[in-house]
């Protein structure tokens, strides 16, 4: 998904940082095999990044030097509770940032990660924050590590009114997900909250079902909303047809009239995760197993390509340069959509892959997968969560043990050779 950087040290300090467009460059060029970074003990939902801290969140007890069961020595395992950070260029981890999110025995975790307006911001499902009163939502404080009052909010009535996307943009962080109340007040699945944690009062739209994860359009005036919907209205008016996917004015939540070809999106799906360039809209499906591009270029929202996979895309990532689209989930297999291949035909991807903005999969004129990228993830069923890629870096959470024969737990980074 799109996210803000700013920039944060290991003593959180804070500076603004703008996003940019840059040209298309040189493809990168990862290996299959992992770096050596610390990693979890549990499963990874989400990640972020902030200078150079990368943070994780997910439903973890620990961060560890090696494999759980291995010993690595004194030193070599964090206790912490569902968030923690590595240091991005060594892979350690920051050993003195340790919040616990979750009250003792709940089952609780952590979905989503931003970092905006000096804080980082932390939600899922969790009733305490470090012992404190926190309901789905919580932030910390860059500049001193520790938990910010300002973000206290009823995020619905208990965990079950769950945050699962979210999404920092300009002056306001934006949030999805399964509660139809913030502190009292009416919010059907989607709202937004000031830098300073007050609650937005202006932006009001909603879906008619659950949104799960939110991107934005690349010159910032819009905020897009996936999730298993099939109707959604702006801050006024009445809910229309939206299959799956809204775009909502940025400031003003109103319902924009680009809307996704309703027709041909098919029921009972759910749209785990998105991305977007300044034309295309990429969108990871469960229950139709598959990876979409949509036309955002205009109000039609056309579907330009659909890779079918042998199981749900739940993340996708387009890469900094925007030439590569990122994606993963528990699939075997992706249908080959490129210029002279005929159809039905598939190639083998281990819970990622990678396609140009096309939904190609392999390099022009050959049978070779595109810059000869296909780490394979394995040991448990899910695989990936999340993807976030830097430009040189490509970091990769979610539920696994090994990546391409190398004992992995949870979070993998590849760097550019």
């Not at 920039?7 to 603004?16: I, W």
């Not at 509770?81 to 940032?97: R, S």
């Amino acid at each position: 998904m799109i996210r803000s950087t700013l920039r944060l040290g290991l003593a959180f300090a804070l500076a603004a940082s703008t996003l940019l467009a840059v040209a298309p460059s040189a493809n990168a060029a990862f290996s299959n095999t992992p770096d050596d970074t610390w990693m979890t003990n549990g499963q990874v939902y989400a990640i972020a990044q902030g200078g150079n801290t990368v943070y994780l969140g997910g439903k973890f007890k620990s961060v560890r030097q090696c494999p759980p069961g291995q010993s690595c020595g004194a030193g070599s395992v964090v206790n912490v509770l569902n968030l923690a950070a590595l240091d991005a260029t060594t892979g350690v981890a920051i050993k003195n940032f340790k919040p616990r999110i979750g009250a003792p025995g709940e089952a609780a975790f952590v979905y989503g990660l931003a970092v905006a307006g000096g804080k980082l911001w932390v939600a899922g499902k969790f009733s305490e924050a470090d012992g404190e009163p926190r309901l789905n939502l919580a932030a910390y404080d860059l500049a001193t590590g520790e938990l910010d009052p300002a973000v206290d909010h009823e995020i619905g009535v208990d965990i079950s009114d769950r945050i699962r996307g979210i999404h920092a943009l300009g002056n306001r962080v934006y949030v999805a997900g399964y509660f139809t109340t913030i502190d009292g007040l009416p919010r059907k699945h989607l709202a937004a909250f000031n830098l300073d944690g007050s609650l937005n009062t202006q932006w009001k739209p909603r879906t008619a079902g659950l949104a799960r994860t939110l991107t934005s359009t690349c010159d910032g005036s819009s905020i897009i909303a996936g999730g298993s919907f099939r109707k959604a209205g702006g801050t006024t008016g009445t809910n229309v047809a939206r299959a799956t996917l809204a775009m909502f004015d940025a400031t003003s939540g109103a319902l924009d009239d680009w809307s996704p070809d309703n027709a041909s999106v098919p029921n009972g799906v759910n749209a785990f995760d998105l991305d977007a360039s300044c034309d295309r809209l990429f969108v990871g499906y469960g229950g139709s197993n598959a990876l979409y591009g949509f036309d955002v270029s205009d109000d039609t929202g056309n579907i330009l390509f659909d890779l079918k996979t042998g199981g749900n895309v739940q993340t996708v990532d387009l890469s900094v340069d925007g030439t590569r689209v990122y994606f993963g989930g528990h699939f075997a297999n992706v249908t080959v959509q490129c210029p002279g291949v005929g159809n039905n035909v598939n190639d083998k991807r281990v819970r990622f892959a990678v396609s140009d903005v096309n939904g190609c999969i392999r390099q022009s004129g050959s049978t070779a997968p595109i810059d000869g990228w296909t780490p394979e993830f394995s040991g448990k069923f899910y695989g990936p969560w999340d993807i976030f890629s830097t430009g040189d870096q490509v970091w990769v959470g979610g539920q696994f043990t090994d990546v391409s024969g190398s004992p992995q737990y949870m979070i993998a980074r590849f760097t550019d050779a």
